[in-house]
């Protein structure tokens, strides 16, 4: 199980996506979800952004920030489900050079608790690209919370032992 131990904890610079057809600044509860998570602990948003669920938008954008040595992390919320306009994952793939397998796996576990089969349906994931983190979540406000609050928090709390991944940021760029 994972633990806090006595550490300075150091702020990233976090970028959100919001993928949807349908939601702007106003209804995104789940992207204002995410901004409220990681300014609450401290971390800082870098940008918030909603695209439609469309390949190349998603693809972009998070080229532009993996391209920005300003961001830190990326998170994405929507568009990881299974209906035809369903796209962040086969935008995100491509541009990832190393992929975090557990973190869907551990997710999709996670969530088996609270939606039980429903779970399978997502296709989050999550992977390194140029240095920066990218998380992608389900579009729904509580796999947010989920998402955040028992994965992506504490792996982005320099405290958090016996590792995670901000001690890993210095070295994503080895041999580049």
Known sequence: MSQLIEREFIPLSIA??????????????SGAQLVKSLSSVGHQLYEKVIVKDDLKEISDQISKWIADNNVEVVISTGGTGVTGRDGT??????????????????????????????????????????GTYIFCLPGSTNACITGWEKI??????????PCNLVELLPRLKENS
């Open 16 to 29: 959100i996506l919001s993928v949807s057809d349908t939601r702007n600044e106003a209804t995104d509860q």
């Open 89 to 130: 994952p086969e935008a995100i793939e491509p541009l990832l050079e190393k992929t975090i397998d557990g973190f869907g796996e551990l997710f999709r576990a996670l969530s088996y608790e609270e939606i039980g089969t429903s779970s399978l349906q997502s296709r989050c994931l999550a992977g390194v690209a140029n």
């Open 152 to 161: 992506i928090s504490l792996q982005l709390d320099y405290r958090t032992r």
